[in-house]
């Protein structure tokens, strides 16, 4: 299920096509079509919004409430990073609040010539006797996870993410689309603790490192 809590994402964009660069410099906004959406973000050339204005539709921006949104995946384009070849995404928190395996999808960048940005992003589970896992798209078996345990007798306000409540892993590289797994496991820790994290929720996603 998704949550109404949005992470911001790093994607890293392939060189642009070769022809993009012919029609109009990487920098600016394709001539006689409009450079912004919203009062600070500037939509820059193969991107675009309003028709003839982006290089093909893998790159078309709509502007809706004054937010520009890739249409094609239909994420909330925050920024654009052309000298890094990136840009900041809004992408959804996964949850669950029962103890059962929950999983979703996150957004598939496989026909696009974007992926997840390994350098710029990580992957992190919040909660109790959290295992959260990312597995390819089409396959079971596992890219990557973290496990975040709890302990009643741990009091200390640790905001390092070392795997006390929260945990992080690295993202794999040219990752272009993958599946979440929340489950809940059972710890050396768990019977002292069950009885106070009963009912909360277990949080998992990508987010930029920053």
């Known amino acids: 299920m998704n949550l109404q809590l949005l992470f911001q994402v790093i994607i890293l964009l392939l060189p642009w096509p070769i022809k993009s660069i012919a029609k109009a410099p990487p920098h600016l906004t394709k001539p006689n079509c409009p450079s912004n959406c919203g009062n600070n973000v500037t939509i820059p050339f193969p991107f675009g919004t309003g028709e003839n204005c982006y290089f093909d539709q893998r790159y078309a921006i709509d502007c809706k409430s004054n937010k520009p949104i890739l249409r094609i995946i239909n994420l909330e384009v925050l920024e654009f990073f052309l000298e890094k070849s990136t840009m ?27 992926y997840f940005s390994y ?62 797994s929340i489950r809940s496991i059972n710890t050396a820790t768990s019977s ?9 929720c277990k949080y998992t996603f990508m987010v930029e490192k920053e």
């Open 88 to 114: 900041r995404v809004n992408q959804s928190v996964i949850r669950s609040c029962q103890d059962k395996i929950t999983e979703a999808s996150f957004v598939n960048l496989e026909k696009l010539p974007f």
């Open 119 to 180: 350098h710029d992003n990580i992957f992190s589970g919040i909660g109790c006797n959290n295992l959260a896992s990312m597995s390819p798209a089409d396959h079971d078996f596992i890219l990557g996870g973290c496990l975040s345990i709890c302990d009643p007798r741990n009091k200390t306000d640790d905001d390092s993410c070392n795997g006390i409540g929260c945990c992080k892993a690295g993202v794999p590289w040219a990752l272009k689309s993958f599946n979440i």
């Open 192 to 200: 002292s603790s069950g009885s106070q994290e009963e009912g909360k």
